[in-house]
């Protein structure tokens, strides 16, 4: 009898490279890998349209389409995190002295409100800086993953034909999230934001989740051990890519992997944990912005959220 095969779309990360090149398989289907170009557009035709069997989602992208009853379910595997401290640009000839001086302004948000570094960038000049977020008007660059999604009175559209990095080059928006730009007058609005990030971690567990993984429902609810093959192979390619990252140089690592490093070196520990357990503290904290942040109107439980495995 002939194996179920899955499409799936996933990123070529050092910890999905095992999966890819097929020197980790599960044990009761197969992997249909489509190379999207973009990780972003699986996102949006997953959200849009069920095109995938297993797909990676950005976590507040989930956070959304659950709350628009889309028909899937993440399992616990994070398959991106990252800090955000340096993701916030400004404009130095506006008087933007400290976080707070950007309530009153216009900040752009590259893509959609509901964009994970967004929400993460948001939360920490809330948290952190005690900004407002209610008193900044948000420019968006793009639309939603989520159609569905209305966002707070307090966002915007870009004018057409413009983009964010000529807005904030001209000064017609105070900052932005999300961009990259090389102009004169434009720096991070957080100084050592990379440790900044790290501080955050080592001083109280800060170590945002980017990407999960999700499942269609009706898979999940035909294949009752699905979950946890899906799962145990995820780790198991993931074990191995921790196992490399040990014993290699940091100035042989990709920019990425450095940073996972130097997590590891941190805190001792896995710098990619999955499981619900171990990323608790994370996952009720996006739980919360999002609902902060005006993206869901009730918070839901982890429970609700996660495929439960061992």
Known sequence: MSRPVLKTAVQTLGHTGALKDRSVAPQGFDFEFEEVPKIIQAFRRMVRGSE??????AITTYLC???????FTALPIFLVRAFHHGAILVNTRLGIGSPKDLEGRKVGVNRGYTVTTGVW??????QEYGVDLSRV???????????EFQPPSNVVPMEPGRTLEDMLAAGEIAAAIGVEIEHP???????????????ALRDHGHYPINHTLVVRNALLE????????????FAEAKRRYVERLARTPADELAKADQTYKRVMQITGADPLP??????????????????????L?????????FVPVA
């Open 52 to 57: 995938f069997d297993i797909s990676e989602m």
């Open 65 to 71: 389409a659950r709350a628009h009853g889309k028909e």
């Open 121 to 126: 960038a948001r939360s920490i000049l809330q």
């Open 137 to 147: 008007t948000w420019v968006l660059s793009g639309d939603e993953h989520v159609a």
């Open 185 to 199: 007058d434009v720096r991070p609005l957080i100084p050592d934001a990379r440790q900044a990030g790290f501080e």
């Open 222 to 233: 035909a294949n009752p051990g699905l979950a946890q093959d899906i799962f145990e192979t």
């Open 274 to 295: 999955y499981g619900i357990e171990a990323n608790r503290h994370m996952i009720e904290s996006v739980i919360r912005h999002a609902t902060d942040q005006g993206i």
């Open 297 to 305: 109107k009730r918070p839901f439980t982890v429970e609700e959220l």
